[in-house]
């Protein structure tokens, strides 16, 4: 068979599998393995989702009452402060990219593991420590000034500000790593056969963000060294007095900041790429438009950081071409949503816990999208900048968005990552409380700042209160549906049902071997001969050879089918 | 794995057009119920800007309900009629569908068309706040932690805490800070600008309805930022005449009466290079560098007449130097093109005597 010939060649003498590292510490510790190091930083991830989801508690804690109910001012600015910087950089950014990123992506495009294992080892651990570092700030003076910390008063903040930009710059070099490890992995090592438009969008979606985190990181790394040098040894880059300028920080973190919302996001889309086709059995509606639109999203999101300044003080006529270039990326996102909702016609629907979330991922993060034009909009932006306003669209599109998006994640290869199943009833109330408790808990935000509550304040005026309650008391059960999840991790560990290989009956690379996979991940690399989401045919791979434990476990892979498309 | 068969498509699917005709009436009910809501009942609207501002809100309100409702309601009903029925097997598939290029175009060129009509009726409004609103209060407010300091014209020390503006004037309103970054919001007017140490921001509205409402800063600026608050009234023009007196008054400044015949010429000069040489040259008329040359203003026969078309004289001088002047240029004794913007004294910051002894001064000049 001349493919067969041709995907033997093509692999030829690089296709080896190194042996299997031996002893704890090589094996869970200081691993190369892409698939340790994911679940290490997933369980990095979800401590600091603790830490940082309990802060959040804190804060609403001290909102249930106008003049705070708990906590002095400078106690509480530390608290949320910590909570945004530690969602945004310590589990977010870490575990839609290190995390799924490096269990599912070499998997995904048939690779044995990541182009670099010892960079991405390095990666991995610049993320605890700089995680440990942000929250002991703690100790000496939480940084108050919000995870954007402008200056002047970042520079005038507590000791912990500095530890704070230590953090972030640890975190800013490791994502930056991360983002070049997986640009070489996926061009250069996609199994034989797997052309651009044959690869999983998740992969796409990893593609995109890999770009942003390599070129938008340097500009956050260059503003927090200028912001460490002033607060450390005086020099005076953000003071106006000594011809520094307090709005050069705010130019810098929005050039990286505002890429970093897409790649909150981007992996998130990913994953619901992945979950609505296996789950409606259909193939992705407009592969290459959901793909294309990763790519646009990704470019136009260098283009608009400065909407982020529409009150801070630049040139009038500066703002039109960042508001109209901001608009334009609804239409490459709304290409996204539509897609995804034309999926889901025509197909077999099955409401499994990671599809639930899916679905509500598309219906929050299309609120979350449509506020986000509201602040677009100059003129409506002058009204809605710096309140609650703000804050709501932020969780919108980052928990209900992002997080939403790593839930439908991990119900999706839990049992890929443990080979355990998870409960789907458990799931099923997870999703439910989560999403009412969710849209009880913010949606009053939106009220709450047009009706002039601006954020980051540890009081408010008592007209205010009731929708506060509200919010606070919701983000109670918000809370406690996240253990609904826990308890569902934790008992699947200890005594959940094995998982198959193929349990959603799926189609990409990392469902055909078994579950958890083989260190090497496959024993041959396979090779492609179409796009995954053709349901109904036999898997378009060839040369998949299972390791003899795996093979009772696995379902046969078709005769090969004639390479086209 | 046995071969999976996809069902046959027919058509849409059951009741896909009664479910978008469902949804399209929801929509024309929701958008019916933005459009009638009353914002002003929950938030006033103050000033000039804020009934635009709340016209684009409620814009984007009908787009974005009507993109959310259609979405969420084929979702649901996707989700209903082609949901896996438990006689189906476990990996049956559905309908292999991959794309639909003419649906894809569309779903690209109609959010498109919104995208533009959105980004045109927000340019509109936008340019509207950038325009210069005519004669003016020009004023100053500066953040510093924690309160506002507001400066008017010719009162020497500011006022702290309480901004009182006269209902119809237009407001220029420069702002800026002293220490840290605050912001400038009236939510009551729809605007706000970040105070920034070293960076100047100007705001520009009517105030159209008289009450008291709260200035509050929006940008994290320290232990106390969330008490930072202050407040505005506007004031009818007899209220605002009386309380900036009342300032004047109790700071020992009293602006004296408009005497022109004590003007000196030689005062004139000094202030003359302060406040006017920016703008106006000491040649003949027609060296501009903003506005006209005055050095000879009493000895040019080709310009008779002031800008305004009256003659020269003291008191014709004194009155642009109060209003300020815009319009044609009446100086060869007939209206000309248009001759720019002369500030008035609010903006200019001249009090009485400073007027006759500019006048003094230009009549000197030959």
């Given at each position: 068979m001349a493919v067969a010939a041709a995907h033997a060649g093509a692999v030829g003498h690089h296709?080896?599998?190194?042996?299997?590292?031996?002893?704890?510490?090589?094996?869970?510790i200081f691993s190369l393995d892409a698939k340790v190091i994911g679940v290490q930083y997933m369980i990095a991830g979800l401590l600091f989702f603790i830490i940082s989801g309990l802060l959040a508690e804190?804060?609403?804690?001290?909102?249930?009452?106008?003049g705070g109910a708990i906590l002095k001012n400078d106690a509480y600015n530390g608290v949320y402060s910590l909570h945004a910087s530690g969602m945004v950089w310590m589990v977010v950014i870490p575990m839609m990219t290190g995390g799924f990123g490096n269990y599912v992506m070499p998997l995904m495009i048939g690779a044995r593991d990541v182009a670099f294992p010892w960079l991405n080892l390095t990666a991995f651990w610049m993320f605890p420590v700089a995680g440990v570092i942000l929250f002991s700030s703690f100790?000496?003076?939480a940084p108050d000034a919000g995870w954007t910390e402008y200056p002047p008063i970042s520079v005038q903040g507590p000791p912990g500000t500095t530890m704070w930009c230590i953090a972030i710059f640890l975190i800013g070099i490791s994502s930056t790593l991360t983002g070049i490890n997986f640009m070489v992995t996926i061009f250069k090592m996609r199994a034989p056969g797997m052309t651009f438009t044959r690869m999983p969008l998740f992969v796409w979606a990893q593609l995109a963000t890999a770009m942003l985190n390599m070129i938008a990181t340097t500009a956050l790394a260059g503003a927090l060294l200028a912001l460490f040098l002033e607060r450390v040894f005086d020099v005076p880059f953000y003071d106006p007095a000594r011809g520094g300028s307090?709005?050069?920080?705010?130019?810098?973190?929005?050039?990286?900041?505002?890429?970093a919302v897409y790649i909150m996001i981007l992996p998130a889309f990913g994953i619901i790429s992945e979950v609505f086709p296996t789950f409606a059995r259909k193939p992705i509606f407009g592969y290459k438009m959901i793909a294309f639109s990763s790519i646009a999203i990704a470019l136009l999101g260098f283009m608009v950081w400065a909407h982020h300044m529409f009150t801070s003080g630049m040139a009038p006529w500066l703002q039109l071409p960042f508001m109209i270039l901001t608009m334009v990326i609804a239409v490459p996102t709304g290409i996204k949503i539509f897609s995804w909702l034309a999926t889901l016609w025509g197909g077999k629907i099955d409401f499994q816990p990671a599809m639930l979330f899916a679905l509500g991922f598309l219906v929050v993060f299309t609120f979350g999208g449509i506020t986000g034009i509201f602040l677009s909009a100059v003129p409506v932006d002058l009204h809605e900048h710096g309140t609650y306003f703000v804050v709501a669209h932020i969780h919108y599109v980052l928990f209900g968005g992002s997080i939403f998006g790593a839930f439908a994640g991990v119900y999706y290869w839990w049992p890929k990552m443990t080979g355990r199943?998870?409960?789907?009833?458990?799931?099923?109330?997870?999703?439910?409380?989560?999403?009412?408790?969710f849209n009880v808990t913010f949606l009053p935000m939106h009220w709450l700042g047009l009706l002039g509550m601006p954020r980051r304040v540890a009081q408010y005026r008592p007209e205010f209160q009731f929708w506060n309650d509200v919010c606070s008391i919701a983000s109670f059960v918000l809370a406690a549906s996240t253990l609904i999840l826990f308890y569902n991790l934790a008992t699947s560990l200890i005594r959940g049902k094995r998982a198959p290989a193929n349990p959603w009956h799926a189609r990409t690379l990392e469902w055909t071997v078994s579950s958890p996979p083989p260190y090497y991940n496959f024993k041959t690399i396979p090779a492609v001969l179409k796009n995954p989401y053709n349901f109904g045919e036999p898997l378009p791979y060839i040369g998949l050879t299972l390791a003899e434990e795996e093979e009772d476990r696995l379902p046969k892979p078709g005769p090969a089918v004639p390479a086209h498309s | 794995m046995a071969q999976l068969t996809a069902p046959e498509q027919k058509g849409l699917g059951p009741g896909f057009w009664p479910v978008t005709t469902a949804l399209t009436v929801a929509n024309a009910v929701i958008s019916y119920f933005i459009v009638v809501l009353p914002i002003e009942k929950y938030l006033p609207e103050a000033a000039a800007p804020a009934g635009d501002i709340d016209w684009l809100f409620k814009f984007m309100s009908v787009i974005g309900n009507a993109i959310f409702v259609y979405v969420v309601g084929y979702m649901l009903y996707f989700c209903w009629v082609w949901r896996r029925r438990p006689s189906d097997a476990p990996d049956a598939i559905g309908i292999q569908v991959h794309d639909s290029p003419s649906l894809e175009l569309w779903w690209t060129i109609i959010p498109s068309i919104l995208v533009l009509l959105l980004a045109i009726f927000s340019v509109r409004i936008w340019i509207n706040l950038q325009n210069s609103l005519g004669d003016v209060l020009t004023m100053e407010a500066i953040g510093q932690q924690f309160k506002y300091e507001f400066r008017y014209p010719r009162l020497k020390q500011p006022v702290f805490n309480d901004m009182h503006i006269p209902v119809g004037t237009p407001v220029t309103l420069h702002v800026t800070s002293s220490d840290v970054i605050h912001s400038f919001w009236v939510p009551e007017v729809r605007l706000k600008y970040d105070m920034v140490p070293g960076l100047v921001q100007t705001l520009r509205f009517t105030p159209e309805v008289i009450g008291k409402y709260r200035i509050i800063c929006t940008e994290f600026c320290g232990t106390n930022h969330g008490n930072m608050v202050a407040n505005l009234y506007i004031d009818s023009q007899q209220d605002f005449g009386r309380w900036i007196a009342g300032q004047f008054k109790a700071q020992g400044q009293t602006g004296g009466p408009l005497n022109l015949s004590a003007g000196q010429a030689a005062a004139g000069q000094q202030l003359f290079g302060e406040k006017c040489s920016t703008c106006h040259s000491v040649g003949p008329f027609t060296q501009k560098i903003v506005g006209p040359g005055l050095g000879h203003l009493t000895d040019d026969p080709a310009y008779p007449n002031l800008v305004t078309g009256k003659p020269v004289n003291a008191e014709d001088i004194a009155w642009i130097l109060v209003n300020g002047y815009q319009g044609p240029d009446n100086s060869q004794g007939k209206a000309g093109p248009s001759i720019g913007i002369m500030p008035n004294r609010q903006a200019n910051a001249l009090s009485n005597k400073d007027i006759a002894n500019l006048a003094a001064y230009l009549l000197s000049l030959k």
């Open positions: 296709d080896h599998i190194h042996p299997e590292p031996e002893g704890f510490v090589a094996k869970y804190v804060v609403r804690i001290q909102l249930l009452t106008p100790l000496i003076g307090p709005l050069l920080w705010q130019h810098m973190f929005w050039f990286y900041s505002h890429p199943m998870l409960d789907r009833k458990l799931g099923v109330w997870h999703f439910w409380t989560t999403f009412l408790s | -």
